[in-house]
């Protein structure tokens, strides 16, 4: 990427922060494993008149909820947990909270982790209660409405939820979730300034929170470390995250090489699609079609048709906004900090990724794999004949008992009719038993899709061709 690139990335960050009136932000991009820019905007403290620095903490919110899901994944991977056991046999307590309906299933780990369990959601009370007590947990299992409706029926983001999983690993790992959270990623990736106790973080190099009213900034207070922190209390600099970033993205593409992160690469990977969260009403008000989107396990997968597959997570607490968004085929992440109240940082890590999507050199087309290839040049050479038998030895064992050879026959033959003689242009693997590919013909091109058997042999047990002229 381009130092000229990196420039107006800054300067659109700039732009942002005055904008929506950030008193302080940082930025920081990951390629290729490694921290390739940051960049920094505004004051961490306006009465002292700091400038936020490359190395500035600042508390991350709910992005702390994938840390969390990871750890609750590792477990599952040790054999310590079961995602689709009932919440009260790691948390006895919860045994005793009445069920939305007598009906109602359990709820499960699995839940949590995707916003299902069936409680409202809480962003405001949440933000406000990060220094529970244990005890002041468990009176809340005990005497409190949870629910909002049976576990299982649709996705209601919550707190909460995330809260509860702390309360899991600790019981489960026999420590502190805070504890299990630093042994099991924060030392391991070298992430020497993340943090759960915001408070001790505050006495070092630290990112104030602000909110604004009527013109005035104040400070927020800040919320202090409690039983509750896995559902957002870690605060963390842009050298520490891109380590956790880099290594989020280190699991793409799946391999056959060992095996050299804390967890492992496929339990990464199984962080990003279940269950779809509602469009918010503005998503398509940039004239932009909304993406569609699913709420993982602390990641929400998106989908469009300029940035492709992405993974992101925002946070909102008092005095604070985050963001990060991946893109797990291209090795890129961006994220971002801001030191606002529900900061809109989202705004900001999609922007930058669409700068350096524009900026970035074309990408080599994925290769197909030997089957792939051999199924869509021998379809090429039954069109060049006239006879779809020409193709035979690549067939699947349905492919001319769901459509007889004449019928294919008359089909190439219209087509020809049509598009004239014409050779192979391209093809585009959708994965190494499917893909399309097209044919240069002499009055348009024929475009093609074919999907392999899974079967010893690969055989094309799905062909459709469609004739597009000039």
């Known amino acids: ?57 600042f508390r991350i919110a709910s992005m702390t909820k994938n840390m969390t899901a990871l750890a609750i994944l590792s477990l599952r991977d040790q054999g310590r947990l079961v995602l689709d056991a009932p919440l009260a046999e790691y948390v006895p307590q919860f045994a005793a909270v009445p069920p939305a309906t007598r009906d109602s299933r359990p709820v499960s780990l699995r839940d949590l982790l995707s916003h299902v369990a069936g409680f409202v959601t809480d962003d405001p009370w949440g933000d406000r ?19 909002a409706r049976p576990p299982g029926l649709a996705f209601e983001y919550s707190n909460l939820g995330y809260a509860l999983l702390g309360r899991v690993l600790t019981n489960v790992s026999g420590e502190p979730y805070q504890a299990f959270i630093r042994r099991t990623f924060l030392e391991p990736l070298g992430m020497v300034r993340t943090t759960f106790d915001a408070i001790d973080a505050s006495n070092g190099d630290f990112a104030w929170g602000y909110r604004l009213d009527e013109g005035q900034w104040s400070r927020e207070r800040i919320e202090p470390d409690g039983e509750v922190g896995a559902m957002g209390g870690l605060a963390t600099t842009v050298p520490d995250y891109a380590r956790y970033v880099a290594f989020l993205l280190s699991a793409w593409p799946a391999r056959d090489d060992p095996e050299a992160g804390p967890v492992r690469r496929s339990t990464v990977r199984e962080m990003g699609l279940w269950h779809a969260p ?36 925002a946070g909102g607490l008092p005095g604070y906004g985050s963001h990060v968004l991946m893109l797990p085929q291209r090795g890129w992440g961006v994220f971002a900090f801001g030191n606002r109240t529900y900061a809109p940082m989202s705004r900001l890590t999609l922007r930058v990724a669409e700068m350096l999507h524009a900026a970035a050199p074309r990408q080599e087309p994925a290769k197909p794999s030997p089957a792939l ?54 093809i585009e693997p959708i994965h190494a038993l499917a893909g399309r590919f097209t044919m240069a013909c002499l009055r348009g091109r024929l475009r093609g899709t074919v999907t392999l058997s899974p079967d010893a042999e690969s055989g094309i047990q799905k062909l459709s061709l469609a004739a597009e002229e000039i």
């Open 129 to 147: 209660v990060l220094g529970m007590t244990p005890v002041e947990l468990d009176t809340l299992m005990a005497r409190s409405r949870l629910f």
């Open 278 to 313: 509602p469009l918010p009403p503005d998503s398509a008000a940039d004239g932009r079609p909304p993406a569609p989107s699913a709420y993982g396990y602390g990641l929400v997968h998106s989908t469009d048709g300029l940035l492709g597959s992405r993974l992101h997570h």
């Open 1 to 57: 990427m381009s130092g000229t690139t990196f420039t107006e990335i800054d300067a659109a960050c700039a732009a942002f922060a005055k904008q929506e009136q950030i008193p302080g932000l940082v930025a920081g991009i990951v390629q290729d494993g490694r921290l390739v820019h940051v960049t920094t905007v505004g004051l961490a403290d306006i009465e002292a008149s700091r400038p936020v620095g490359p190395a500035t903490a």
């Open 373 to 426: 290839a051999r199924a869509v040049q021998a379809v090429v050479a039954a069109y060049g004949v006239g006879r779809i038998e020409e193709a035979e030895p690549v067939f699947a064992v349905n492919l001319l008992l769901d459509m007889p050879a004449r019928f294919r026959n008359a089909e190439l033959a219209a087509l020809k009719q049509r598009l004239g003689d014409g050779h192979l242009e391209g």
